[in-house]
């Protein structure tokens, strides 16, 4: 009510700005409403009102800005609680309240829940798309999975185009470009794997220069990560070798092509004979590699014993490399028969290990099987009476190095041959210095011939038949 000194126009004034002001809260407008701010005294309660207020911020917060204002509320908070004057929970007590840690947890709390409220980012976007180049990379494909998986990136470098039309450089990317059904000049479907990461590369790097802003455009990124959900349900969608069972593989890569009308069974083993007789070493590697069975693992590694040479390729080398690093017996006979001498360096190291014999007898062949003249001094060394080396094993050194031939072996097995109280060990060297074959290797042998040995002088008596045939000849 007025006194009567009110300047009519000013009172006037001052109602218009009243009523304005009720008009606009009955409509809803309003300005922003004060930050709260940390109670001057910090009690439990004074600081839970504090926190309550500071959610509700969050609750209505639209923008990074906001969350920025809010994670500040936090820190303050967080600084209140620290200097705050609270009742330490009792230390033998489990149960006891702790006001502190509370409020400690209410604050943790509201700052996931700022993490969560941000975003998403043009950096989530393009974390996505790597995520599915990975997956690209890094999978084996059936060639249905393939075509699936080209389709689910034309899909998606579509929608991305679309997504950001007008927005940044990704509109000049042409879906056209990945071609999941491409040929060469032979008819053949080309590996398009490589075209399909180089279009999600051309979007991730499109996606990155455009500085799309998480409030401004956030409606292009939401789009963005849709589409990019959508890329990876369509790549979990297409068919991997790993969803195939082991019999849909071997199907699928031939190994069963050369099957026509055939009475062996199991069907695997049936095959495993006829890659065998076409030396299809691939296909027995295909096998030995997918049919987890003792049965035909037994089986593809005979038929590699069995081919010997003609079963040796980069491949299977590494395949039984692998195997006899393990000291695998069947591996190292096998490399014998390959005549492997990659292998050399692996078997040489085994030469000693008095402790397995029967793994020093099937090294001792393979290494005289391959040659391995590098075997020549650690298997003379075997011959030793004085070694560990037990009496059923030496004879094999004898033998190998026989096989081996190299003529620094005449002086240990000549050795051998008068000293050693085996008489299977003089026996194997007699015959190892036959092998060896040069005159003095032979008169050696030839000198027991009439040794009271039966095995012995055995060898000595075709030493000297040896010597008759070469001074005929000459």
């Known amino acids: 009510m007025s006194n009567g000194d009110d300047d009519p126009a000013e009172a006037s004034e001052e109602a218009d ?88 947890d209410r604050v943790a709390e509201l700052r996931e829940g700022v993490e969560e409220a941000r975003g ?29 998986a080209a389709d689910a990136v034309v899909a998606f470098v579509d929608a991305a185009a679309d997504a950001v039309e007008g927005e940044s450089d990704a509109t000049d990317i042409d879906p056209d470009t990945v071609d999941a059904d491409a040929t060469d000049e032979g008819g053949e479907t080309l590996d398009s794997v490589e075209e399909y990461v180089e279009a999600l590369e051309a979007v991730a790097g499109a996606v990155a220069d455009a500085g799309f802003d998480p409030d401004d455009d956030a409606a292009v990124i939401a789009a ?71 049965f035909m693992e037994r089986h593809c590694l005979e038929a590699f014993e069995r081919m010997g040479k003609r079963g040796k390729t980069e491949a299977s080398l590494e395949e039984l490399l692998g195997r006899a690093e393990k000291r695998s017996q069947f ?75 190299d003529t620094r072996a005449v002086a240990p097995l000549a050795d051998a041959l008068a000293e050693d109280d085996s008489d299977d060990v003089r026996a194997a060297a007699g015959w190892a210095l036959r092998q060896i074959g040069t005159r003095e290797a032979l008169e050696t042998v030839a000198d027991y011939a009439d040794e009271h040995s039966f095995v012995v002088s055995t060898e000595g008596e075709k030493a000297e038949r040896a010597l008759d045939e070469a001074a005929a000849a000459a």
């Open 17 to 104: 700005a009243a009523d304005d002001a009720e008009e606009a809260g009955d409509a809803g407008e309003s300005t922003d409403a004060a930050a709260p701010t940390l109670p001057d005294e910090a009690t439990e309660e004074s600081l839970n009102e504090y926190l309550d207020e500071i959610a509700g911020r969050l609750d209505d917060a639209e923008t990074e800005a906001d969350l920025d204002d809010v994670d500040a509320l936090l820190d303050d908070a967080e600084s209140g609680i620290e200097e705050a004057d609270l009742p330490e929970p009792a230390e033998d007590d489990e149960d006891a309240d702790d006001p502190r840690g509370d409020l400690e």
């Open 120 to 148: 998403p980012y043009a950096d989530d976007v393009v974390d996505a798309i790597e995520s599915a180049v990975s997956t690209l990379e890094d999978t084996e494909w059936t060639a249905a999975g393939r075509d699936d």
């Open 224 to 294: 963005l990560l849709e589409a990019t959900d959508d890329l990876e349900a369509g790549l979990d969608d297409a068919e991997e070798w790993d969803d195939l069972e082991t019999h849909e593989q071997l199907r699928a890569q031939g190994y069963y092509d050369v099957l026509g009308h055939y009475k062996d069974f199991p069907v695997e083993w049936a095959a495993l004979k006829e890659h065998e007789a076409r030396g299809n070493v691939d296909m027995i590697l295909l096998a030995l590699d997918s049919l987890q069975s003792d």
């Open 331 to 405: 591996a190292i006979r096998i490399l014998g028969k390959m005549a492997a001498d990659e292998a050399t360096e692996t078997l040489v190291e085994f030469v000693g290990e008095d402790s397995n014999p029967q793994l020093q007898k099937v090294v001792f062949k393979a290494l005289g099987e391959i040659g391995a003249s590098e075997a020549v001094q650690p298997l003379a060394n075997e011959l030793d009476p004085g070694s560990e080396t037990e009496d059923l094993v030496r004879p094999h050194a004898a033998r190998a190095l026989g096989l081996i031939g």
